[in-house]
């Protein structure tokens, strides 16, 4: 397991991280939503103990307990993508485990008891779900989950239901953007069953090109099925990504290097970046690196700048609440550091 | 005497050169629009004859007949501001003198029979005066003007008749058109018997924020007096733009200088730039030098992109007729390299 942030990796390719999450409910507990805080706490303990007593879990792990930490702190988690914006809110009995690497992350009461995810550079999707099926087998050893031999792992919600499982990917996909190529794979997605949204920004405009492909439906399925769909469903976008590249280039070869030059050129020298002209820029610039335009600029370095440049991981490292001016003065000055 | 286009001066002097020019006409022949082709290149011989067997003149000036260029080339001068329009519509009967510098050209059978100017760089008015005033006198050893005691000089048009004197300023006002105060500017000159237009675009627009300030009135008042009202004016809207600039500064310190770095990082990373863009950054990067923001790029180097970016002499250059997006390309490239 890698983690994603800090993945070079080929080039040209265009799917940054997966993802598997699962959902486990304990037995005879109630849901999140119908405990007090110290029911909530007490489960908290219990998951704990159930993880950390197992001897294959190695001091690689901590746990944090969201009423312990600040605001800021726990805004940060969820721009690294290791909690929900649904643990914070229900952070007088939540927490997550979290390994040193940022790669497995293990919530405690957000919508269900557990919620399970591994996120892993690239699109080694099978991996994490060994991962995570490695970790899910770990805390059954001491612990019994809601389950139904008819329907399956018993959740919160209806839409986990069965498996309790969804995969994902997330994809960069400048040119299908560019090109209104977006409204289309939603629609065939959905009716497969999929759905693919932005992962920042809201409605119909995704800052930074970045999209979340998943399963929607996890019931009446296998895991297998739902992991080998959406393997199938990535790889047939990212090559229409790469198709609608070369389509572009072909006809708007200086428009695209243009584009793409004149972001690296901005983001070396603004001394202001709001966070939404900021990852397009580094969209253009990622898109750049990935068709081999640019040659000098780590991956790396483009996916640690999506996360650092986040309104409160800009705060912590700063270690003050600032003034959205403030935030775009620093953020400027944080990607031009970088990217020197 | 001093190019203009070569002159690094003070990197805070706001007026890029001075120009004087003045009309006359040689008594007893038709003026140009009256000429056929035969007399206007008669006239073009006379007035080469009485410039250069002058002792004073050495052979740094020569004569270029627009009647043998080719168009591009004819652009080009226009560009480069040695000749104006009006004499290329003459082209088969039209000349210019010019020195070697670039700082002195006379065109034969424009409007009148001579255009004499001087465009000298920083603000030296009176140098170029001195100079104008010179050949006036040089030229007319030989040749006999057509003058009127009670009027002065008799010119095609009667906007020029007396002095035949026009004194003009080239200045950059960055700070006062962001904040629209160009319109009243113009608005006081015009009471004042002058005026003020932009040097680039159209209409309201001026791209480059580069204007020209000069004089409206020629009539009934005497050279000294031109001179030194246009020094005065010229002063105080320097005066005005500065202000502005401290006013602007003080309330959008990093507003201003996000736009200058950016400018600078555009023109160092385009693959494409139009003209009118082109103008507008190198404004930006301008206003960023002659505040002292950016402190190592030569004034000269400016002034050199100025003209080379234009298309007639981005054409010369690469010796070919090029279509709007290949001159934006090789525009990119030519400021790319310069900035380097």
Redesign the interface.
Known sequence: MENWQKHTGNSEDLVLSNRIRIARNIKGRPFPHKMNPEQARTLVKDIEAAFFTNAHINSSYHSIHLWECDELENERYIEKHLISTGLLQNKEGSAFIVGDDETVSLMINEEDHIRLQCINAGFSLRESYEMANKLDDLIEESLDYAFDERIGYITACPTNLGTGLRASAMIHLPALTMNNGMNGILKALTQMGMTIRGLYGEGSKASGNLYQVSNQITLGVSEEDIISNLEAVVNQIVNEENNTRELLYGKYK??L??KI??A?????????LTSGECLDLLSNVRMGVEMGIIKDIDKSLLNNLLIVTQPASLQVNYNTRLTE?ERD?NR?RLVKEALK
Chains 1, 2 share one sequence.
């Not at 690296?264 to 202001?272: C, E, F, R, S, W």
């Open positions: 200086h428009e290097e243009d030059f004149r690296l050129g901005i983001l070396k020298n603004a001394v202001m001016k003065i400027a």
